[in-house]
Each structure stands twice: as C-alpha cells, then as structure tokens.
C-alpha cells in the first residue's frame, strides 16, 4: 500500500469514528467522504474499497455509497 493511500485510509478511518460518535446514524456517504479528504470520488471509493477488504468497514448502502465502521473498525479505533 502506498503511503498517499495509508494517509488516507488513516484520516477516513478516523472521520468514520468522528461519524459514529457525532452522527445519528454513524454513517458517511462517498460524497462527504471525498469532500472531507479533498480528493476525487474515485479516489476515495477506493480507499473504502481497502478498509472494507480489510474489515474496517462495512457498506451500508451501494446506491448512494454509504458505509460505516465495523465492529472490528470500532475495536481497532478503542470505541467499544
């Protein structure tokens, strides 16, 4: 993994535990997600697609994108 993407999963690993301790729903979608690491939608599609493979998040949704952290995200990060 390079280290621009560990960067990023670092920070969207961090916004997802900032959405699930601030947002009703602990949920984020690609948009927001894109918006808050000032890249491209492609970019950070792929970034989920990395911490969902390794089981830090989980999809919501496919259609609007829509994850959250996991239970193993939500171990990894103390907040369970």
Avoid: I, W
């Avoid at 990023?8 to 690609?30: I, V």
């Avoid at 970019?43 to 089981?55: D, F, K, P, Q, W």
């Avoid at 998040?57 to 996991?70: I, N, Q, Y």
């Amino acid at each position: 993994m390079s280290n621009k993407l560990l960067d990023r999963s670092q920070d969207t690993l961090f916004y997802a535990a900032q959405m699930h301790l601030f947002d009703a729903l602990g949920e984020t979608n690609l948009d927001r997600l894109a918006a808050h690491l000032n890249v491209s939608k492609q970019s950070a599609r792929r970034t989920l697609a990395v911490l969902e493979g390794e089981g830090l998040l989980t999809k919501v949704s496919f259609r609007p994108a829509v994850c959250k952290l996991s239970s193993q995200g939500l171990h990894a990060l103390g907040l369970v």
